[in-house]
Protein backbone atom coordinates (compact mmCIF):
# COMPACT_ATOMS: atom_id res chain seq x y z
CA UNK A 1 0.00 0.00 0.00
CA UNK A 2 1.56 3.43 -0.59
CA UNK A 3 1.18 6.58 1.17
CA UNK A 4 -1.42 6.27 3.84
CA UNK A 5 -3.96 8.81 4.16
CA UNK A 6 -4.84 10.84 6.83
CA UNK A 7 -7.68 9.10 9.15
CA UNK A 8 -9.74 12.17 8.18
CA UNK A 9 -9.38 11.98 4.43
CA UNK A 10 -10.22 8.32 4.36
CA UNK A 11 -11.53 5.35 6.89
CA UNK A 12 -9.45 3.25 8.35
CA UNK A 13 -10.93 0.26 7.14
CA UNK A 14 -12.85 1.20 4.00
CA UNK A 15 -10.12 1.73 1.38
CA UNK A 16 -11.05 2.03 -2.39
CA UNK A 17 -11.42 -1.37 -4.06
CA UNK A 18 -11.60 -3.40 -0.87
CA UNK A 19 -13.50 -6.52 0.39
CA UNK A 20 -14.24 -7.68 3.67
CA UNK A 21 -11.61 -11.17 4.60
CA UNK A 22 -12.32 -13.20 7.50
CA UNK A 23 -9.22 -11.55 9.13
CA UNK A 24 -8.97 -8.07 7.55
CA UNK A 25 -9.57 -6.33 4.65
CA UNK A 26 -7.38 -7.21 1.89
CA UNK A 27 -7.34 -5.80 -1.92
CA UNK A 28 -9.57 -7.67 -4.47
CA UNK A 29 -6.72 -9.07 -6.02
CA UNK A 30 -3.15 -8.86 -4.76
CA UNK A 31 -1.31 -6.69 -6.73
CA UNK A 32 2.07 -6.87 -7.72
CA UNK A 33 4.85 -4.44 -9.52
CA UNK A 34 7.56 -5.47 -11.56
CA UNK A 35 9.64 -2.99 -12.06
CA UNK A 36 12.41 -3.91 -14.77
CA UNK A 37 13.84 -2.81 -17.86
CA UNK A 38 13.91 -5.79 -19.73
CA UNK A 39 10.93 -6.87 -21.53
CA UNK A 40 12.06 -10.67 -21.12
CA UNK A 41 12.02 -10.32 -17.44
CA UNK A 42 8.47 -9.38 -17.18
CA UNK A 43 6.92 -11.98 -20.01
CA UNK A 44 9.01 -15.11 -17.74
CA UNK A 45 7.59 -13.26 -14.47
CA UNK A 46 3.94 -13.27 -15.53
CA UNK A 47 4.68 -17.00 -16.89
CA UNK A 48 5.47 -17.74 -13.19
CA UNK A 49 3.00 -16.43 -11.64
CA UNK A 50 0.06 -17.43 -13.23
CA UNK A 51 -3.20 -19.17 -11.76
CA UNK A 52 -1.34 -18.27 -8.84
CA UNK A 53 -4.09 -17.46 -5.58
CA UNK A 54 -3.60 -16.72 -2.04
CA UNK A 55 -6.51 -16.88 0.25
CA UNK A 56 -9.04 -17.27 -2.88
CA UNK A 57 -7.99 -14.16 -4.79
CA UNK A 58 -6.13 -14.05 -7.93
CA UNK A 59 -2.64 -12.13 -8.37
CA UNK A 60 -2.69 -8.99 -10.88
CA UNK A 61 0.35 -8.06 -12.17
CA UNK A 62 1.36 -4.54 -12.76
CA UNK A 63 4.35 -3.31 -14.93
CA UNK A 64 6.97 -0.51 -15.33
CA UNK A 65 10.32 -0.64 -16.93
CA UNK A 66 12.21 2.31 -15.30
CA UNK A 67 12.65 3.81 -11.83
CA UNK A 68 10.69 6.99 -12.78
CA UNK A 69 7.68 5.02 -14.03
CA UNK A 70 7.99 2.57 -10.70
CA UNK A 71 7.56 5.80 -9.08
CA UNK A 72 4.44 6.88 -10.77
CA UNK A 73 2.70 3.93 -10.69
CA UNK A 74 3.69 3.27 -7.04
CA UNK A 75 2.10 6.91 -5.97
CA UNK A 76 -0.63 6.23 -8.28
CA UNK A 77 -2.16 3.12 -7.10
CA UNK A 78 -2.77 2.93 -3.43
CA UNK A 79 -2.95 -1.43 -2.91
CA UNK A 80 0.43 -2.59 -4.70
CA UNK A 81 1.23 -5.39 -2.34
CA UNK A 82 4.52 -6.20 -3.20
CA UNK A 83 7.36 -4.66 -5.64
CA UNK A 84 9.57 -6.91 -8.00
CA UNK A 85 12.48 -4.86 -8.33
CA UNK A 86 15.49 -4.69 -10.59
CA UNK A 87 18.75 -2.39 -9.63
CA UNK A 88 20.30 -1.60 -12.81
CA UNK A 89 17.59 0.37 -15.37
CA UNK A 90 18.04 3.89 -16.81
CA UNK A 91 21.03 4.41 -13.95
CA UNK A 92 23.36 1.97 -12.01
CA UNK A 93 21.31 2.52 -9.22
CA UNK A 94 17.92 2.81 -9.99
CA UNK A 95 16.26 -0.10 -8.32
CA UNK A 96 17.65 1.25 -5.30
CA UNK A 97 17.04 4.95 -5.74
CA UNK A 98 13.26 4.06 -6.40
CA UNK A 99 13.28 1.88 -2.96
CA UNK A 100 14.38 4.68 -0.83
CA UNK A 101 11.81 6.88 -2.45
CA UNK A 102 9.04 4.60 -1.74
CA UNK A 103 9.58 4.64 2.19
CA UNK A 104 11.29 8.27 2.27
CA UNK A 105 8.40 9.83 0.19
CA UNK A 106 5.77 7.82 -0.14
CA UNK A 107 6.52 7.02 3.34
CA UNK A 108 4.91 3.65 2.32
CA UNK A 109 6.32 0.86 4.99
CA UNK A 110 3.59 -2.07 3.98
CA UNK A 111 4.46 -2.78 0.33
CA UNK A 112 7.11 -5.60 0.33
CA UNK A 113 10.30 -4.18 -1.64
CA UNK A 114 11.76 -7.57 -3.17
CA UNK A 115 15.13 -6.59 -4.67
CA UNK A 116 16.12 -8.48 -8.09
CA UNK A 117 19.63 -8.23 -9.93
CA UNK A 118 21.19 -9.85 -12.57
CA UNK A 119 24.94 -8.17 -11.96
CA UNK A 120 25.25 -8.67 -8.18
CA UNK A 121 28.51 -7.00 -8.63
CA UNK A 122 26.70 -3.67 -9.18
CA UNK A 123 24.92 -4.19 -5.56
CA UNK A 124 26.63 -6.27 -2.80
CA UNK A 125 23.78 -8.23 -1.18
CA UNK A 126 25.21 -7.51 2.53
CA UNK A 127 25.52 -3.47 1.94
CA UNK A 128 22.20 -3.46 0.53
CA UNK A 129 20.34 -5.56 2.88
CA UNK A 130 21.73 -3.13 5.58
CA UNK A 131 21.78 0.66 3.64
CA UNK A 132 18.35 0.13 2.38
CA UNK A 133 14.63 -1.21 3.73
CA UNK A 134 14.24 -4.26 1.66
CA UNK A 135 12.47 -7.15 2.59
CA UNK A 136 14.34 -9.89 0.53
CA UNK A 137 17.69 -9.54 -2.30
CA UNK A 138 17.70 -12.26 -5.27
CA UNK A 139 19.49 -12.81 -8.44
CA UNK A 140 17.40 -13.62 -11.25
CA UNK A 141 18.80 -16.76 -12.18
CA UNK A 142 17.26 -17.94 -8.72
CA UNK A 143 14.33 -17.71 -9.19
CA UNK A 144 12.85 -20.54 -10.43
CA UNK A 145 9.14 -20.98 -10.70
CA UNK A 146 8.73 -22.55 -7.55
CA UNK A 147 11.25 -20.31 -5.67
CA UNK A 148 9.29 -17.55 -7.44
CA UNK A 149 5.97 -18.78 -5.53
CA UNK A 150 7.53 -19.68 -2.19
CA UNK A 151 8.56 -15.13 -2.37
CA UNK A 152 5.09 -14.04 -3.70
CA UNK A 153 3.27 -16.37 -1.02
CA UNK A 154 5.48 -15.16 1.62
CA UNK A 155 5.66 -11.31 1.15
CA UNK A 156 1.52 -11.37 0.60
CA UNK A 157 1.32 -12.98 4.02
CA UNK A 158 3.62 -10.11 5.37
CA UNK A 159 2.13 -7.71 3.65
CA UNK A 160 -1.48 -8.90 4.63
CA UNK A 161 -0.04 -9.19 8.26
CA UNK A 162 1.00 -5.93 8.69
CA UNK A 163 -1.85 -4.40 7.02
CA UNK A 164 -3.83 -6.27 10.04
CA UNK A 165 -1.61 -4.46 12.44
CA UNK A 166 -1.87 -0.54 11.02
CA UNK A 167 -5.45 -1.79 11.06
CA UNK A 168 -5.58 -2.44 14.24
CA UNK A 169 -3.55 1.53 14.78
CA UNK A 170 -5.85 3.03 13.44
CA UNK A 171 -8.67 1.49 15.20
CA UNK A 172 -7.39 2.03 17.98
CA UNK A 173 -6.34 5.88 17.58
CA UNK A 174 -9.93 6.47 16.63
CA UNK A 175 -11.63 4.76 19.63
CA UNK A 176 -9.01 7.16 22.01
CA UNK A 177 -9.56 10.14 20.07
CA UNK A 178 -13.48 8.96 20.37
CA UNK A 179 -13.25 8.30 24.46
CA UNK A 180 -11.30 11.79 24.86
CA UNK A 181 -14.07 13.46 23.27
CA UNK A 182 -16.80 11.93 24.87
CA UNK A 183 -15.26 12.03 28.49
CA UNK A 184 -15.68 16.10 28.17
CA UNK A 185 -19.53 15.70 27.45
CA UNK A 186 -21.19 16.44 30.95
CA UNK A 187 -24.63 15.23 29.82
CA UNK A 188 -26.26 12.13 29.62
CA UNK A 189 -28.02 12.42 26.38
CA UNK A 190 -25.21 14.09 24.60
CA UNK A 191 -22.92 11.30 25.78
CA UNK A 192 -25.26 8.87 24.30
CA UNK A 193 -25.57 10.95 21.08
CA UNK A 194 -21.63 11.33 21.14
CA UNK A 195 -21.32 7.35 21.30
CA UNK A 196 -23.27 7.05 18.39
CA UNK A 197 -21.56 9.51 16.64
CA UNK A 198 -18.34 7.84 17.26
CA UNK A 199 -19.51 4.44 16.80
CA UNK A 200 -20.34 5.66 12.94
CA UNK A 201 -17.05 7.26 12.72
CA UNK A 202 -15.12 4.30 13.69
CA UNK A 203 -16.96 1.83 11.44
CA UNK A 204 -16.93 4.68 9.07
CA UNK A 205 -19.82 4.28 7.49
CA UNK A 206 -23.79 5.94 8.27
CA UNK A 207 -25.78 3.70 10.67
CA UNK A 208 -29.26 4.18 12.15
CA UNK A 209 -28.71 3.89 15.90
CA UNK A 210 -31.11 3.86 19.00
CA UNK A 211 -29.43 4.14 22.58
CA UNK A 212 -31.28 2.80 24.99
CA UNK A 213 -30.71 2.85 29.00
CA UNK A 214 -32.66 0.17 30.92
CA UNK A 215 -35.27 1.56 33.08
CA UNK A 216 -34.32 2.60 36.31
CA UNK A 217 -37.05 1.15 38.39
CA UNK A 218 -37.50 -1.40 40.94
CA UNK A 219 -39.74 -2.94 38.50
CA UNK A 220 -38.61 -6.47 37.54
CA UNK A 221 -39.47 -6.16 33.85
CA UNK A 222 -36.89 -4.12 31.83
CA UNK A 223 -37.70 -1.52 29.56
CA UNK A 224 -35.97 0.14 26.90
CA UNK A 225 -35.48 4.20 26.97
CA UNK A 226 -34.73 5.45 23.90
CA UNK A 227 -32.22 8.59 24.88
CA UNK A 228 -30.69 9.46 21.89
CA UNK A 229 -30.94 8.80 18.83
CA UNK A 230 -29.68 9.37 14.93
CA UNK A 231 -30.53 9.46 10.88
CA UNK A 232 -34.01 8.00 10.28
CA UNK A 233 -34.59 6.64 13.94
CA UNK A 234 -35.09 10.49 15.27
CA UNK A 235 -38.41 9.83 15.45
CA UNK A 236 -38.14 7.45 18.08
CA UNK A 237 -36.39 10.14 20.79
CA UNK A 238 -39.66 11.44 21.32
CA UNK A 239 -41.56 8.53 22.18
CA UNK A 240 -39.33 7.57 25.02
CA UNK A 241 -39.74 4.27 25.39
CA UNK A 242 -38.88 2.26 22.77
CA UNK A 243 -42.11 0.18 21.47
CA UNK A 244 -42.54 -3.39 21.17
CA UNK A 245 -43.59 -3.20 17.96
CA UNK A 246 -39.66 -2.03 16.58
CA UNK A 247 -37.83 -4.41 14.65
CA UNK A 248 -35.16 -4.18 16.83
CA UNK A 249 -36.82 -4.66 20.09
CA UNK A 250 -36.02 -8.32 20.56
CA UNK A 251 -32.55 -8.04 20.10
CA UNK A 252 -32.46 -5.01 22.22
CA UNK A 253 -34.03 -7.06 25.01
CA UNK A 254 -32.04 -9.86 24.74
CA UNK A 255 -28.86 -7.58 24.74
CA UNK A 256 -30.06 -6.74 27.90
CA UNK A 257 -30.85 -9.90 29.07
CA UNK A 258 -27.70 -11.55 28.40
CA UNK A 259 -25.31 -8.69 29.14
CA UNK A 260 -23.09 -9.15 25.99
CA UNK A 261 -22.84 -7.73 22.60
CA UNK A 262 -25.30 -8.94 19.73
CA UNK A 263 -24.56 -9.59 16.06
CA UNK A 264 -26.69 -10.13 12.91
CA UNK A 265 -27.07 -9.18 9.90
CA UNK A 266 -29.91 -7.24 10.71
CA UNK A 267 -29.16 -5.41 13.23
CA UNK A 268 -26.29 -5.49 15.81
CA UNK A 269 -26.63 -4.37 19.23
CA UNK A 270 -23.29 -3.41 21.79
CA UNK A 271 -23.81 -3.63 25.55
CA UNK A 272 -22.79 -1.33 27.59
CA UNK A 273 -22.61 -2.11 31.21
CA UNK A 274 -21.78 0.80 33.69
CA UNK A 275 -20.82 0.38 37.34
CA UNK A 276 -22.87 2.32 38.68
CA UNK A 277 -25.77 -0.44 38.21
CA UNK A 278 -27.27 0.71 34.48
CA UNK A 279 -27.44 -0.61 31.59
CA UNK A 280 -27.28 0.93 27.99
CA UNK A 281 -27.61 -0.72 24.78
CA UNK A 282 -26.24 0.67 21.07
CA UNK A 283 -28.79 -0.44 18.28
CA UNK A 284 -27.62 0.16 14.71
CA UNK A 285 -28.09 -1.50 11.29
CA UNK A 286 -24.48 -2.19 9.47
CA UNK A 287 -24.19 -1.31 5.87
CA UNK A 288 -22.29 -4.46 5.66
CA UNK A 289 -21.44 -7.51 8.69
CA UNK A 290 -18.66 -6.21 10.39
CA UNK A 291 -15.17 -7.80 10.25
CA UNK A 292 -13.33 -9.56 13.66
CA UNK A 293 -11.50 -7.16 13.78
CA UNK A 294 -14.23 -4.66 13.41
CA UNK A 295 -16.22 -6.66 16.72
CA UNK A 296 -13.27 -6.83 18.81
CA UNK A 297 -12.81 -2.77 18.13
CA UNK A 298 -16.07 -2.06 19.25
CA UNK A 299 -15.76 -4.85 22.52
CA UNK A 300 -12.72 -2.28 23.35
CA UNK A 301 -14.97 0.85 22.84
CA UNK A 302 -18.07 -0.70 24.92
CA UNK A 303 -15.48 -1.28 27.51
CA UNK A 304 -14.15 3.13 27.69
CA UNK A 305 -17.93 4.46 26.95
CA UNK A 306 -19.01 2.10 30.21
CA UNK A 307 -16.17 4.20 32.17
CA UNK A 308 -17.31 7.43 30.78
CA UNK A 309 -20.80 6.40 31.56
CA UNK A 310 -19.62 5.77 35.65
CA UNK A 311 -17.34 9.15 35.07
CA UNK A 312 -20.76 11.14 34.33
CA UNK A 313 -22.40 9.05 37.17
CA UNK A 314 -20.42 10.40 39.57
CA UNK A 315 -20.08 13.83 38.39
CA UNK A 316 -23.61 14.46 38.44
CA UNK A 317 -23.10 13.09 42.23
CA UNK A 318 -20.81 15.58 42.71
CA UNK A 319 -22.28 18.24 41.09
CA UNK A 320 -25.85 17.61 42.71
CA UNK A 321 -23.73 17.56 46.01
CA UNK A 322 -22.16 20.61 45.43
CA UNK A 323 -25.25 22.34 44.17
CA UNK A 324 -26.91 21.10 47.54
CA UNK A 325 -23.73 22.62 49.58
CA UNK A 326 -23.94 26.00 47.69
CA UNK A 327 -27.62 26.78 48.19
CA UNK A 328 -27.22 25.81 51.56
CA UNK A 329 -24.45 28.49 52.33
CA UNK A 330 -26.72 31.27 50.36
CA UNK A 331 -30.08 30.45 52.24
CA UNK A 332 -27.92 30.94 55.61
CA UNK A 333 -27.11 34.14 54.64
CA UNK A 334 -29.99 34.88 53.53
CA UNK A 335 -31.69 33.77 56.26
CA UNK A 336 -30.49 37.14 58.12
CA UNK A 337 -31.86 39.06 55.75
CA UNK A 338 -35.23 37.86 55.04
CA UNK A 339 -36.35 41.22 53.17
CA UNK A 340 -34.29 39.99 50.43
CA UNK A 341 -36.73 37.29 49.42
CA UNK A 342 -35.38 35.03 45.70
CA UNK A 343 -32.41 37.66 45.48
CA UNK A 344 -29.88 34.87 45.18
CA UNK A 345 -32.05 32.83 42.93
CA UNK A 346 -32.35 35.78 40.23
CA UNK A 347 -29.32 36.78 40.44
CA UNK A 348 -27.93 33.32 39.90
CA UNK A 349 -30.62 32.78 36.69
CA UNK A 350 -29.78 36.22 35.40
CA UNK A 351 -25.83 35.63 35.80
CA UNK A 352 -25.88 32.74 34.19
CA UNK A 353 -28.09 34.83 31.11
CA UNK A 354 -25.22 37.51 30.86
CA UNK A 355 -22.62 34.83 30.63
CA UNK A 356 -24.52 32.81 28.11
CA UNK A 357 -24.82 36.48 26.19
CA UNK A 358 -21.01 36.87 26.43
CA UNK A 359 -20.60 33.98 24.60
CA UNK A 360 -22.77 34.03 21.75
CA UNK A 361 -21.14 37.45 20.82
CA UNK A 362 -17.87 37.04 21.16
CA UNK A 363 -16.92 38.87 24.00
CA UNK A 364 -15.80 35.80 26.68
CA UNK A 365 -11.86 35.82 26.62
CA UNK A 366 -10.66 33.15 24.89
CA UNK A 367 -8.59 31.31 27.43
CA UNK A 368 -12.02 31.30 29.81
CA UNK A 369 -11.62 27.93 31.71
CA UNK A 370 -14.54 25.47 30.00
CA UNK A 371 -15.80 25.23 33.73
CA UNK A 372 -16.83 28.71 33.73
CA UNK A 373 -19.96 28.58 31.56
CA UNK A 374 -20.87 25.36 34.22
CA UNK A 375 -20.24 27.07 37.36
CA UNK A 376 -20.56 30.73 37.27
CA UNK A 377 -24.27 31.27 37.89
CA UNK A 378 -24.25 28.53 41.12
CA UNK A 379 -20.92 30.51 42.08
CA UNK A 380 -23.04 34.11 41.76
CA UNK A 381 -25.96 32.50 44.50
CA UNK A 382 -23.29 32.76 47.32
CA UNK A 383 -22.01 36.39 46.25
CA UNK A 384 -23.24 37.89 49.56
CA UNK A 385 -22.36 34.83 51.72
CA UNK A 386 -20.13 37.28 53.78
CA UNK A 387 -23.02 38.63 55.02
CA UNK A 388 -23.07 36.38 58.06
CA UNK A 389 -19.95 38.13 59.77
CA UNK A 390 -21.93 41.30 59.44
CA UNK A 391 -23.62 42.13 62.98
CA UNK A 392 -28.00 42.32 63.02
CA UNK A 393 -27.25 46.06 64.15
CA UNK A 394 -25.77 46.95 60.81
CA UNK A 395 -26.97 44.18 58.56
CA UNK A 396 -30.74 44.81 59.22
CA UNK A 397 -31.06 48.83 60.06
CA UNK A 398 -33.87 49.98 58.04
CA UNK A 399 -32.23 53.20 57.67
CA UNK A 400 -28.64 54.66 56.05
CA UNK A 401 -25.47 53.42 57.69
CA UNK A 402 -23.58 55.92 59.66
CA UNK A 403 -19.30 56.21 57.66
CA UNK A 404 -18.37 53.43 60.84
CA UNK A 405 -21.06 50.95 59.95
CA UNK A 406 -20.41 51.07 56.26
CA UNK A 407 -16.84 50.45 56.57
CA UNK A 408 -18.31 47.06 58.75
CA UNK A 409 -21.05 46.46 56.10
CA UNK A 410 -18.13 46.66 53.40
CA UNK A 411 -16.38 44.13 54.98
CA UNK A 412 -18.44 41.10 54.40
CA UNK A 413 -16.59 41.10 50.63
CA UNK A 414 -13.53 39.87 51.98
CA UNK A 415 -15.22 37.72 54.56
CA UNK A 416 -17.21 35.76 51.71
CA UNK A 417 -13.86 35.55 49.67
CA UNK A 418 -12.03 34.62 52.19
CA UNK A 419 -14.26 31.61 53.53
CA UNK A 420 -15.15 30.48 49.78
CA UNK A 421 -11.28 30.49 49.30
CA UNK A 422 -10.05 28.39 52.00
CA UNK A 423 -13.21 25.30 50.86
CA UNK A 424 -12.16 26.12 47.50
CA UNK A 425 -8.65 24.91 47.73
CA UNK A 426 -9.92 21.32 48.77
CA UNK A 427 -11.46 21.15 45.08
CA UNK A 428 -9.20 21.10 41.93
CA UNK A 429 -9.45 23.63 39.30
CA UNK A 430 -12.48 25.97 38.62
CA UNK A 431 -15.24 24.81 40.34
CA UNK A 432 -18.69 26.73 42.19
CA UNK A 433 -16.88 27.14 45.50
CA UNK A 434 -13.53 28.97 43.40
CA UNK A 435 -15.95 31.53 40.87
CA UNK A 436 -17.95 32.20 44.35
CA UNK A 437 -14.86 33.62 46.28
CA UNK A 438 -13.97 35.76 43.23
CA UNK A 439 -17.61 37.22 43.56
CA UNK A 440 -17.79 37.23 46.84
CA UNK A 441 -14.84 39.66 47.12
CA UNK A 442 -15.02 41.30 43.57
CA UNK A 443 -18.60 42.43 42.98
CA UNK A 444 -18.26 45.74 44.71
CA UNK A 445 -15.18 46.45 43.01
CA UNK A 446 -16.07 49.62 40.00
CA UNK A 447 -14.90 49.18 36.52
CA UNK A 448 -12.71 52.83 36.99
CA UNK A 449 -11.08 51.35 40.01
CA UNK A 450 -13.41 53.43 42.67
CA UNK A 451 -14.80 50.20 44.38
CA UNK A 452 -14.00 48.09 47.65
CA UNK A 453 -12.56 45.91 48.97
CA UNK A 454 -8.91 46.37 46.82
CA UNK A 455 -9.94 49.34 44.25
CA UNK A 456 -9.40 46.57 41.52
CA UNK A 457 -9.65 48.36 37.80
CA UNK A 458 -11.13 47.00 34.67
CA UNK A 459 -10.48 43.38 33.48
CA UNK A 460 -8.13 42.99 36.67
CA UNK A 461 -11.48 42.46 38.48
CA UNK A 462 -12.41 39.07 37.68
CA UNK A 463 -15.21 38.53 34.91
CA UNK A 464 -17.51 36.59 37.29
CA UNK A 465 -17.67 39.35 39.45
CA UNK A 466 -18.15 42.05 37.15
CA UNK A 467 -21.33 40.04 35.44
CA UNK A 468 -22.86 39.86 38.91
CA UNK A 469 -21.92 43.13 40.06
CA UNK A 470 -24.05 44.58 37.62
CA UNK A 471 -26.65 42.13 38.10
CA UNK A 472 -26.73 42.54 41.70
CA UNK A 473 -27.46 46.33 41.55
CA UNK A 474 -30.03 45.81 38.99
CA UNK A 475 -31.96 43.42 40.96
CA UNK A 476 -31.67 45.18 43.58
CA UNK A 477 -33.07 48.24 42.33
CA UNK A 478 -36.18 46.25 41.03
CA UNK A 479 -36.87 44.82 44.44
CA UNK A 480 -38.14 46.37 47.60
CA UNK A 481 -35.28 46.66 50.12
CA UNK A 482 -36.02 48.31 53.77
CA UNK A 483 -34.53 51.50 52.96
CA UNK A 484 -36.15 52.05 49.61
CA UNK A 485 -39.08 51.12 47.38
CA UNK A 486 -38.80 48.80 44.30
CA UNK A 487 -37.88 51.25 41.15
CA UNK A 488 -39.50 51.11 37.70
CA UNK A 489 -37.60 48.87 35.16
CA UNK A 490 -36.75 51.48 32.45
CA UNK A 491 -35.53 53.91 35.88
CA UNK A 492 -33.05 51.00 36.59
CA UNK A 493 -31.80 50.56 32.91
CA UNK A 494 -31.44 54.40 33.00
CA UNK A 495 -29.26 53.91 36.03
CA UNK A 496 -26.86 50.93 34.73
CA UNK A 497 -26.10 52.63 31.41
CA UNK A 498 -25.41 56.00 32.88
CA UNK A 499 -22.46 53.83 34.93
CA UNK A 500 -21.35 52.09 32.00
CA UNK A 501 -17.38 52.19 32.17
CA UNK A 502 -17.71 53.88 35.56
CA UNK A 503 -18.79 51.51 37.97
CA UNK A 504 -20.03 48.43 35.25
CA UNK A 505 -18.25 46.66 32.69
CA UNK A 506 -19.53 48.05 29.17
CA UNK A 507 -19.71 44.44 27.48
CA UNK A 508 -21.65 42.83 30.60
CA UNK A 509 -23.91 45.98 30.46
CA UNK A 510 -24.35 45.43 26.45
CA UNK A 511 -24.74 41.66 27.62
CA UNK A 512 -27.93 42.40 29.61
CA UNK A 513 -28.96 44.93 27.76
CA UNK A 514 -29.55 42.20 24.83
CA UNK A 515 -31.15 39.99 26.71
CA UNK A 516 -33.99 42.56 28.20
CA UNK A 517 -34.44 42.98 24.18
CA UNK A 518 -35.24 39.52 23.65
CA UNK A 519 -36.25 38.30 27.23
CA UNK A 520 -38.34 39.72 30.19
CA UNK A 521 -39.31 36.56 32.31
CA UNK A 522 -41.46 36.98 35.24
CA UNK A 523 -38.83 36.15 37.50
CA UNK A 524 -36.83 39.32 36.71
CA UNK A 525 -39.48 41.43 37.65
CA UNK A 526 -41.94 40.51 41.18
CA UNK A 527 -43.82 41.75 43.50
CA UNK A 528 -44.07 45.67 43.72
CA UNK A 529 -44.17 46.84 40.12
Known amino acids: MSQLPDDDDEGWLEDEGEVIDSTVKCVTKWRILIVDDELDVHAVTRLALKNITFKNQEIEILS?????????????????CMVLLDVVMEVENAGLILAQRIREELHNDLVRIILRTGQPGQAPEQKIIVDYDINDYKLKTELTAQKMFTCVISSLRAYEGLKTIEANRRGLDKILHAVNNLYQIDSLKDLASGVLTQISAILNFGTEGILCVMSSTNSKEVVPIVIATIGQSISLREQNVLPNTHPWSEAILQTFHDKKNFFSPMVDVLSIIAAHGKQFAVAFAPARPLTPLECNLLDIFCDRIAAAFDNLHMFDLLKTTQEATVIALADLAESRDATTGGHVRRVC??????????????KLPVDIDPNFMTFVGLASILHDVGKVGIPDAILLKPGSHTPEERIIMQGHALIGETVLAHAAGAVEGVSSLSLGAEIAGGHHEHFDGNG???????????????????????????HARPYKKP?????????????????????VIQALMNFL???????????GH
Open 349 to 362: RLTEAIAGELLDTG
Open 452 to 478: YPRGLKGEAIPLSARIVAVVDVFDALL
Open 517 to 527: STNKPDWIIAE
Open 487 to 507: WPLPEVITYINDRSGTQFDPD
Open 64 to 80: AYSGAEGFEVLAREPDI
